[in-house]
């Protein structure tokens, strides 16, 4: 067994899909002394293992859009590099709305993804009928679709990138939980751990809905609240159609995709108070399935096969922080990601990698996304947070 390393040119707390891809990234740029550390057993066992698996384009900022055509990018050529199988497939993913409200907003953002070259189409409601015959859509009052939206399997993805960064040289460590950093003045030169200390001057902080923890042993407040989400595979579903997208109520924050042979299905309780709990509420699963059954019937023959809770790692704006931090010089953060965060983390670990080695982001601009938005209030929220 490899010793615990004493000293790293990077550490990266945290070994979901953010973590591993920065590992991966940074030792393929040629800094192979990285040590990821993860708390649990298994590398992308909290939200990460947990979500919906969902990649999509549509989104209202043009950050966002930017990130999703570089991430789908990535994980389109995911066999090649890192070089694993991670179940993709272009189901597509169909946004449905119900409110008048919604409407200006999600027509808008339709209108900059397709400025920025990606290809959703607005739907009119008469649009919508011959499309998905099997969802009832009374009270739709138009929809949006792009046909290279999907789904792929998260733990591949956090196994393909973890796989290749120990090849390239990396260390990633589970079961090895960070308490604490010690300071030289301003500037962070040693992680506490539960297996040792490892002497560094950069940290990356890729611990999703643990952040403020982590942000509390460094004095730096964090702005992310953990909100409990939950998730119900179901039995096999013979009647649904072959193509079925991944279907998304807007207002109702209502998600089904086919799953194996039967359905995965979402819905966000807008009540649901911040907290860690990670117990299936029985009652809001009740709320969940009648809606569902009700938006899709044919799930009235079907039973539960399993289910879950997970979080989402949610900011003021509903988007990630990602940047170094101005309180701690050798501290960086990526956190945060709203509930949206799987599929933007091929491109996020490559942004990370290309901060700490080259300086700044460059493949894609994410200034906005800088820790100082919440010192200076200029907050501009993300509409399509499921
Ligand atoms: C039900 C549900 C459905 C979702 N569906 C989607 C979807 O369809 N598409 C999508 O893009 N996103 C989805 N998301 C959001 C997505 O899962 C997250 O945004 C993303 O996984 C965040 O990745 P991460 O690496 O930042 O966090 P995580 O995967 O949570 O990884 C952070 C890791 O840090 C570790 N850690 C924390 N503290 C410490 C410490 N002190 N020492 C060592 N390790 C530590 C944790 O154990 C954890 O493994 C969903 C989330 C949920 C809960």
């Not at 490892?198 to 940290?203: E, G, L, M």
Request: proline share 6%; with cysteine; net charge negative.
């Amino acid at each position: 067994m490899k010793e615990f390393p004493k000293s790293a040119d990077a550490v990266v707390v945290g070994g979901g899909v953010m973590g591993a891809s920065t590992a991966y990234h940074l030792a393929k740029m040629g800094m192979t002394n990285v040590v990821l550390l993860e708390k649990e057993d298994t590398l992308g066992a909290m939200s990460t293992g947990q979500c919906a698996g969902g990649i999509r384009h549509q989104f209202s900022s043009a950050t966002n859009v930017k990130l999703s055509i570089e991430s789908i990018r990535m994980l389109s050529k995911f066999t090649e590099e890192p070089g694993h199988e991670i179940d993709l497939r272009f189901t597509g993913y169909l946004f449905l709305m119900t409110d008048e409200e919604d409407i200006p907003g999600q027509r808008a953002a339709v209108a900059l993804q397709n400025e920025l070259g990606v290809d959703t189409e607005w739907l009119a409601r008469e649009d919508l009928a011959g499309l998905i015959p099997q969802v009832n859509i009374d009270g739709v009052l138009a929809g949006s679709f792009n046909e290279r939206d999907g789904l792929c399997d998260p733990n591949s993805v956090v196994h393909g990138y973890a796989g290749g960064a120990r090849a390239l040289g990396a260390t990633i460590t589970t079961g090895v939980e960070v308490t604490g950093f010690e300071l030289s003045g301003e500037s962070v030169n040693k992680v506490r751990t539960t297996a040792g200390d490892i002497a560094t001057d950069t940290v990356v902080l890729a611990t999703g809905a643990w952040t403020p923890d982590l942000g509390r042993m460094l004095g730096v407040d964090i702005p992310i609240k953990p909100v409990r989400r939950q998730i119900v595979v179901t039995t096999a579903t013979p009647g649904l159609q072959s193509g079925f997208p991944f279907v998304l109520f807007l207002k109702e924050a209502l998600y089904f995709h086919p799953e194996g042979p039967g359905v995965l299905t979402g819905k966000s309780n807008p009540d649901e108070p911040p907290g860690f709990n990670l117990d299936v509420d029985p009652e809001w699963e009740m709320v969940h399935l009648s809606e569902a059954m009700e938006r899709l019937p044919l799930l009235e023959d079907a039973g539960v096969l399993s289910h879950w809770a997970g979080l989402y790692e949610i900011t003021p704006d509903a988007h990630p922080i990602f940047g170094p931090v101005p309180q701690v010089t050798g501290v960086h953060v990526m956190a945060g990601f709203s509930g949206h965060g799987f599929m933007h983390g091929p491109i996020c670990g490559l942004l990370m990698a290309e901060e700490i080695l080259k300086g700044a982001p460059q493949t894609v601009d994410v200034s906005e996304f800088a820790y100082e938005r919440f010192l200076s209030g200029d907050l501009h929220p993300e509409l399509n947070v499921i």
